[in-house]
């Protein structure tokens, strides 16, 4: 199958996906709105309309008769936003919310489902909603009459579509931050496009999930799911500037300068909150204005660097995914206006969409960059490591020292050199030669790999160097290398082929050496005079 037969397959098979989603969300509506008229089943749920309204400037009274329905239920509820509620039967207060405020930042009382039971069949009610925001005085809520189980049944249902797209994208922002932390551990630049778009779907999920009515009914925290929606909102607009930034690969200055405002704009809103100055409700306008701000610097950023032919495509692939949220969220308004139908879902699966393609585009780039770091790790690997001995090579050594060279202080060479090679090459041959040096190799790293690095600097001499040197008891350590080279002579029935490995060490000394080198040097000849004192031994023994 051809790639392009096979992306073709792919697109229409996600168009198919989609148009059943849709449908199924018809269907759902649909069901609903039929069960809500089956006045004898237990879910059974009315809506109150007949009732008249009265408003002005500090208060707005709601009043009418409620025949009770006993097939239906004697409980009638509705969902204020920062509205207190009066409620009164008669002339008699039956329900009042808040009691008191206990909002310590706010004359807000918060979100909240408020449920109140109907003493009598023939009810002559009143409500008045009063309110610290004047635009809230004529939000009429929707009143809904049923009983115990039909009402929490209607809730649920009513809401729990957008409820379930907030928990998606919650867990989307979650899996796309954990999957940037898995990433930076294999690679150790990267552009953080995943961490930025999962922290921005974090936000809006939180905000998206706490405009859902159904979390007050499950938080029963009224004050805490109004200052999520709020604070989630205030802090929606830095990870998604960052995140167009890093996905335009734009260093524009433009966007460090939004970002330093906009956390100016959060710090001065938190500063008025809590001094009770201004709650957040009355400073949201500064949020929008910051949104609005971003909008036009996407927009006009975008232009440009389209205009200028730099990353088109993936300027284009963003901006249509703009346009999907744009228009999802322009249906949801018109669902709004016109009562068609309520709530921010098209809205919301707009912005899951967003999410979702540009986070598989990030998430393949990412992976396309760890591989190559896993790529170039190996080659890496390969170019310091001896293939003979898989000691650190000439190469790594040189590399190393020189980053040690630059501050020296505490550091010490230990300088090695294998006695008899030339001896063993040319008796046993260059087979017994390089066992000979895989022997000793392994000797020297089981023992000083655990204090320092070591090397294979040529054919028969090792180095080993060490940080903090002072803080290690190198006699102890020597004394370890002689016993293990007696041991390792001792076990080798050949004796003729007896191991030997002289060593030299020195540790920087300020009043000695000018530099690292010449620690080094001092070492080197230790390291000489040490074999010269082995091989006048060996003469001895022999």
Request: proline content about 3%.
């Amino acid at each position: 199958m051809s790639k392009i037969t096979k992306n073709k397959n792919n697109v229409l098979y996600f168009l198919a996906c989609i148009a059943i989603f849709i449908f199924l969300i018809a269907i759902f509506s649909y069901d609903r709105a039929t069960d809500t008229r089956q006045q004898q089943s237990a879910y059974a749920v009315t809506h109150w309309t007949d009732y008249k309204t009265a408003f002005n400037t500090k208060k707005t009274v709601i009043s009418g008769t409620i025949t009770i329905d006993p097939s239906v239920g004697n409980v009638l509820a509705f969902y204020s936003v920062h509205q207190n509620i009066k409620f009164y039967v008669g002339s008699r207060l039956i329900y009042e919310y808040p009691v008191d405020n206990n909002n310590p930042l706010s004359d807000s009382p918060g979100y909240c489902w408020n449920f109140i039971n109907l003493p009598f069949n023939n009810n002559d009610i009143e409500m008045v909603i009063t309110s610290p925001y004047p635009p809230y005085l004529r939000n009429i809520p929707d009143i809904y009459i049923g009983n115990a189980f039909s009402l929490p049944a209607h809730i649920i249902t009513k809401d729990i579509l957008p409820f379930a797209l907030c928990i998606i994208m919650l867990v989307l922002g979650i899996v796309l931050s954990a999957y940037h932390l898995f990433i930076s551990r294999n690679i150790s630049n990267t552009s953080g496009k995943l961490l930025k778009l999962g922290i921005f779907s974090i936000f809006l999920s939180i905000w998206s999930i706490n405009e859902c009515s159904l979390t007050t009914l499950l938080l029963k925290n009224n004050l805490m799911t109004s200052y999520l929606s709020f604070l989630s909102l205030m802090l929606l607009a830095f990870p998604f500037a960052m995140f167009v930034q890093t996905y335009y690969e734009d260093e524009s200055r433009i966007w460090k300068w939004f970002c330093r405002v906009d956390i100016a704009q959060i710090v001065i809103c938190l500063l008025l909150a809590v001094t009770n100055i201004a709650d957040l409700r009355e400073t949201i306008w500064a949020t929008h204005i910051m949104m609005g701000i971003l909008a036009v610097i996407i927009i006009a950023q975008s232009y440009f660097l389209v205009k200028n032919g730099i990353h088109s495509r993936t300027i284009k692939v963003h901006i249509t995914c703009i346009i999907i949220c744009v228009v999802t969220l322009m249906m949801d308004m018109y669902g709004f206006y016109s009562g068609t139908w309520d709530g921010n879902t098209f809205g919301r699966l707009g912005f899951l969409t967003y999410i979702i393609v540009l986070g598989i585009s990030s998430a393949r780039e990412s992976t396309s960059l760890m591989k190559m770091g896993q790529e170039a790790n190996v080659y890496q690997t390969l170019a310091y490591t001896d293939q003979m001995t898989s000691l650190k090579n000439r190469t790594c050594f040189n590399v190393d020292f020189a980053r040690l060279s630059e501050d020296p202080t505490d550091i010490a060479v230990l300088d090695f050199d294998l006695n008899n090679l030339k001896y063993v090459n040319d008796t046993f041959g260059h087979s017994a030669g390089d066992l000979y040096i895989k022997s000793c190799a392994k000797i020297i790293a089981e023992i000083f790999n655990g204090i320092g690095k070591c090397y294979r600097v040529g054919g028969d001499e090792f180095v080993t160097l060490i940080e903090k040197a002072s803080t290690i008891d190198m006699t102890h350590y020597l004394a370890m290398l002689e016993s293990s080279v007696d041991a390792s002579n001792r076990d080798n029935k050949d004796s003729k082929m007896k191991m030997q490995i002289a060593y030299g060490y020195a540790i920087y000394v300020p009043d000695l050496d000018k530099n690292l080198e010449d620690t080094y040097n001092r070492a080197d000849k230790i390291m000489y005079a040490n074999k010269r004192e082995k091989k006048e031994k060996q003469k001895y023994e022999r």
